[in-house]
């Protein structure tokens, strides 16, 4: 602990952990945060502050495992749900490009602009708008499912580490 000292307190380390792990919470919604590597490194910092006692290497790697599941279900749920409806290249830009802008204009926009962007990229790649609709829907679900799947993974990434702190 000694050594954790010269660098800093360990009450500052502690609120640079706890930040990180808020902060990626934010970032498993907000798409301009890499929201589960937050969450992983406010883990490690946690986890280092007593030197892996309370909460060990082998917690930290099942979380790791945990950050990567998230990261693998956040691309394949956005790429099937595209794909399961052959979205166009444009559709999927279109997406990002409404969700980086649905950042702006609040909850109602960050839930339907990447909705709106998929429709718009599909329509202007194809000139189909049935099937900008259709492929749209289909994109967003995806975008849906895997944020959804991305949230949860956090909250149980982070109850894994406050349980290994606390019990074990």
Known sequence: MTE???????TVWWIVAIGLMGLGVLGTVLPVLPGTILVLAGIVIGAWIDGFVRVSGWTVGVIT???????VADY?????GARKAGASPLALAGAALGTVLGIFT???GLLFMPLAGAM???YWARRDAQRATRVGLATWIGLLVAT???VVLAFLMIG??????LWW
């Open 160 to 165: 894994l580490f406050f349980a290994a702190w």
């Open 76 to 80: 394949v749920a956005a790429v099937l």
């Open 148 to 150: 959804v799947v991305k």
């Open 65 to 71: 495992v945990l950050a990567l599941l998230a990261w």
């Open 106 to 108: 609040g909850l109602v």
């Open 120 to 122: 718009a990229g599909e």
């Open 4 to 10: 954790l000292g010269l660098i800093a307190p360990p």
